[in-house]
């Protein structure tokens, strides 16, 4: 979608936002945030961020209506502004060249990541009977099998920070070769520390690919586009987990416990075609205005915050949806695994319901996403049958589909295009985090609580009061525009 922005240097930059939010807001959709504010046109989006002694304008336009878009908003910041003085120089995105192919590609690139655990799933039993003479193998090997989420959740800052200082391309380019030459060296180990050395290494790529390729979504796509793009994400990854579990045991059947290892070359024709078909984006093909950008954490903060809950939610019923089944006293492999493939599709319509309502504001979609969430954990807690328990785990993977994309969204919305990296692999850094947590919490508060029931009905609560409050949050946003 044609992309074009303006930095209008004026003192009153809050005041003028406000008089054309007051304007508008009787005939378009606004949404204000606590840095940014977003008015919905017919002819696409206006974007406005408010700055001490400037104003940074982005539209987004609908076909080819950018010349039609950019001639309405600057005229009617000029009305606004009431002086007459007010100078408008727009300058053209370059990255609105971004075709579907571009996104593909980084769509099949945000999977390798999520390849990296899933593939290993079905082989775990092979790999503790392999190391059981070593000691605390019990322990070990599954680290070695979760570990790269830990790496995710460290390095992701950092290879946000890259990606803004150095370029995109050439950073998840290089990653993903790392990550299939990394992730290959397990088929010649026959040590258990060697292998979690190389899971770590392997992590390390996981966090740039993942960071790069979220940021370069932001990059490519604007307005509804870019949500349309995200939610696309999170419905691939989340779909593509039951093609890799099944493929990954049918390599650990025919070649045994390194099987599933060669799916990490894959990585190699994914870095050929992303050399050749992306592009870098013109923000950090221009890094000298990298310099004079901070990162608005009172914006992103409050949404990382709720990225780490809405994590725990939604990884607490994956990762323990074998335990959580088991309530009811069915604990058959093949039920669970077909449950788990019936979640993951629940997890793909959750995006598609995010895609139909994105004209809503990020709290109500939020509000909505909890909502189910909360119903899902307190159904599967106190469900006594299978099926029940069953739907129930669905009902929570849809709220789950729901609130990733919404969230991911609503942080790319109030980031500014220089610092989008940093503040992408935050998120990114925060939400496997909560991957890596959420087994670990769920545990410890079964102690607390009396059990895994208890802990479900106790995370429903939780995701009520946090559906009440996002209510009245949306209800306050709307009240402003």
């Not at 807690?381 to 589909?401: D, E, H, K």
Request: aromatic content about 8%; charged content about 15%; proline content about 5%.
């Amino acid at each position: 979608m044609p992309t074009s922005e303006t930095i209008i240097n004026i003192d009153t930059a809050e005041q003028l936002v406000r008089r054309l939010c007051q304007h508008w807001s009787h005939k378009f959709d606004v949404e204000q945030g606590e840095q940014s504010t977003l008015i919905r046109l017919p002819a696409g989006e206006c974007e406005l961020f408010p700055e001490a002694d400037r104003l940074r304008v982005r539209v987004t336009a609908l076909d080819d209506k950018l010349g039609d878009l950019k001639d309405v908003v600057a005229e009617h910041l000029k009305r606004m502004e009431k002086s007459g003085l007010l100078a408008v120089k727009w300058k053209d995105d370059k990255s609105s060249k971004a075709k579907t192919r571009h996104g593909i590609i980084l769509l099949i690139a945000s999977v390798m990541p999520t390849m990296a655990i899933i593939s290993l799933v079905p082989v775990l039993p092979l790999l503790l009977r392999e190391f059981a003479s070593v000691p605390g193998s019990s322990f070990l090997v599954p680290v070695a099998l979760t570990i790269p989420a830990l790496c995710v959740a460290l390095f992701s800052p950092l290879a946000g920070w890259l990606s803004d200082r150095t370029g995109r391309k050439k950073l998840l380019v290089t990653a993903l070769v790392l990550y299939a030459l990394v992730g290959l060296v397990p088929l010649m180990l026959t040590g258990l520390y060697s292998l979690i050395v190389a899971r770590v290494a392997l992590g390390v790529t996981e966090a740039a690919i993942m960071t790069v390729a979220t940021t370069m979504i932001g990059d490519y796509f604007q307005g509804r586009q870019r949500e349309r793009w995200v939610a696309a994400q999170v419905a691939v990854v989340a779909l593509s987990a039951i093609v890799l579990i099944a493929v990954g045991g049918m390599l650990g059947e025919a070649f045994g416990a390194r099987g599933p290892f060669v799916l990490y070359a894959l990585a190699l024709p994914i870095a050929v075609a992303a050399g050749f078909i992306l592009f870098e984006p013109h923000v950090t093909a221009e890094p000298s205005s990298n310099q004079t950008v901070r990162l608005p954490y009172r914006s992103v903060m409050p949404i990382v915050a709720i990225t780490f809950g809405a994590g725990l939610l939604f990884y607490t019923m994956i990762v323990n949806l074998g335990p959580i089944l088991g309530l009811t006293g069915v604990i058959s492999p093949a039920k669970i695994g077909a449950v788990g493939a019936v979640a993951n599709v629940g997890v793909a319509l959750g995006t598609q319901i995010f895609r139909k309502f994105d004209a809503f504001s990020a709290q109500a979609l939020l509000a909505g996403g909890l909502s189910l969430c909360a119903i899902g954990f307190v159904g599967t807690g106190l469900a006594t049958s299978f099926p029940v328990a069953a739907v129930f785990a669905v009902v929570a993977c849809v709220g789950g589909g729901m609130l990733l994309p919404n969230l991911l969204t609503w942080t790319l919305r109030v980031l500014p295009a220089e610092v989008r990296g940093r503040g992408t692999g935050l998120w990114t850094g925060t939400f496997f985090l909560a991957q890596f947590a959420a087994p670990l919490i769920a545990t410890a508060l079964m102690y607390g609580v009396g059990g895994l029931g208890s802990v479900l009905v106790l995370y429903a609560g939780l995701a009520a009061i946090g559906a009440l409050a996002a209510v009245v949050s949306a209800r306050i946003v709307a009240t402003r525009a």
